[in-house]
Structures are given as structure tokens and as C-alpha cells.
């Protein structure tokens, strides 16, 4: 419900329908009911009224024919008490939500016990060859690469001196080497 005035109007049919309902209908085969949620369309011409009863399906049946015999009076009732220019029609819609909950609390039950059976079996499991088959070439890589980064830093090193001292061998005390010099003497 994007829009905020259906969502009050939807809140006030909710207690209006679950007081009336509380206060009780003259019809027998209205069962134990509770309102569950009221969605109201954005105009505010249609009611979605989703109830749950408890109990076993055939007072479900008998309950949502009562709900649906007093459709008209519980209309009349939100009518008066809505205070609103138009009343919306109401719809009563049996809500599957708790047998839904109920089913996904079955499964949830069902998967612990197979974590369990699962964690019963690894316990006294034991592993097919060593505990960490890779722990040993691992190590041995490591030394390895460690004694291979030594090697070439060393070589590294070596490059760069040898670079150096041949720079220096071609410069003149400036700093400058026999090409710059011969090129400042020209121009001056």
C-alpha cells in the first residue's frame, strides 16, 4: 500500500470487522476467527478482509459461508463507522499463512535432524589419508619460493651496480658525459 490514506482506512476496517466479529454474529457456524490483515485497494472501493479460523476444515467451510452470509451487515457496520463518502465492498479471504508456517516449520524440523544424523556420522569419521595431504608440499613450496626470492634480489642487485659504474665511467666530474660536454662546447 503505497498510498498512506489506505493504509489507515485498512487499519480502521480491521478493528471495526474484529470488534463485531468479537461481539459475536447471530449465525452458528461462525467458528473461532481471527482477522489476520486487511488490504484496501488505492482507491478505496474494495477491501481484501484474510481471516484464519481455528479448528478443522469443515468449520472452516461453515465459517467462511457465515462470513460471507454477513458480508452485507459487516459492510453496513464499516459504513457507519468509517466516516467515509464511499464504503468498500468487503472480500473475506481465508489466509494460508499459518499452514504455510507450519509446513516450513516441518521442514526446518527435518533438516536439523539430518544436520544431526550428518554431525553424528563426522564424529567418529576419520580421514581417508593424511589429516592435511597438502601440508607438506605446501611447506616445501614455500622454502622453496623463499630461497628462489633470495636468488633473484641477489641477481637483481647485481644488475643495477654493474649499470651504475657503467654510467659513471662514461660521465665527467659534472656529472655530465662526453656527448653534453662536446654539445656545451659548440654552443658557447
Same mark, same amino acid.
Request: hydrophobic content about 35%; aromatic content about 4%.
Given at each position: 500500500?503505497?498510498?498512506?490514506?489506505?493504509?489507515?482506512?485498512?487499519?480502521?476496517?480491521?478493528?471495526?470487522?474484529?470488534?463485531?466479529?468479537?461481539?459475536?454474529?447471530?449465525?452458528?457456524?461462525?467458528?473461532?476467527?481471527?482477522?489476520?490483515?486487511?488490504?484496501?485497494?488505492?482507491?478505496?472501493?474494495?477491501?481484501?478482509?484474510?481471516?484464519?479460523?481455528?479448528?478443522?476444515?469443515?468449520?472452516?467451510?461453515?465459517?467462511?459461508?457465515?462470513?460471507?452470509?454477513?458480508?452485507?451487515?459487516?459492510?453496513?457496520?464499516?459504513?457507519?463507522?468509517?466516516?467515509?463518502?464511499?464504503?468498500?465492498?468487503?472480500?473475506?479471504?481465508?489466509?494460508?499463512?499459518?499452514?504455510?508456517?507450519?509446513?516450513?516449520?516441518?521442514?526446518?524440523?527435518?533438516?536439523?535432524?539430518?544436520?544431526?544424523?550428518?554431525?553424528?556420522?563426522?564424529?567418529?569419521?576419520?580421514?581417508?589419508?593424511?589429516?592435511?595431504?597438502?601440508?607438506?608440499?605446501?611447506?616445501?613450496?614455500?622454502?622453496?619460493?623463499?630461497?628462489? #626470492? !633470495?636468488? &633473484? *634480489? %641477489? =641477481?637483481? @642487485?647485481?644488475?643495477?651496480? /654493474? $649499470? +651504475?659504474? #657503467? !654510467?659513471? &665511467? *662514461? %660521465? =665527467?666530474? @659534472?656529472?655530465?658525459?662526453? /656527448? $653534453? +660536454?662536446? #654539445? !656545451?662546447?659548440?654552443?658557447?
Amino acid at each position: 500500500m503505497s498510498n498512506p490514506r489506505a493504509g489507515k482506512v485498512a487499519e480502521r476496517i480491521h478493528q471495526i470487522v474484529a470488534r463485531r466479529l468479537d461481539k459475536g454474529l447471530r449465525d452458528p457456524r461462525l467458528g473461532f476467527v481471527t482477522i489476520t490483515e486487511v488490504r484496501v485497494t488505492g482507491d478505496l472501493q474494495s477491501a481484501s478482509i484474510f481471516y484464519t479460523v481455528y479448528g478443522d476444515e469443515v468449520s472452516q467451510a461453515d465459517t467462511a459461508a457465515a462470513l460471507k452470509a454477513a458480508t452485507g451487515m459487516l459492510r453496513t457496520e464499516v459504513g457507519k463507522q468509517l466516516g467515509t463518502r464511499l464504503t468498500p465492498t468487503l472480500e473475506f479471504i481465508h489466509d494460508e499463512l499459518p499452514s504455510t508456517a507450519e509446513h516450513m516449520n516441518e521442514l526446518l524440523a527435518e533438516a536439523k535432524r539430518r544436520d544431526e544424523e550428518a554431525r553424528a556420522l563426522a564424529t567418529g569419521a576419520n580421514y581417508a589419508g593424511d589429516a592435511d595431504p597438502y601440508s607438506k608440499a605446501r611447506d616445501e613450496r614455500a622454502e622453496e619460493s623463499d630461497d628462489a #626470492d !633470495d636468488a &633473484d *634480489e %641477489e =641477481d637483481l @642487485d647485481d644488475d643495477l651496480d /654493474e $649499470e +651504475l659504474d #657503467d !654510467d659513471f &665511467d *662514461e %660521465e =665527467d666530474e @659534472d656529472g655530465l658525459d662526453e /656527448e $653534453e +660536454l662536446e #654539445d !656545451d662546447e659548440e654552443r658557447a
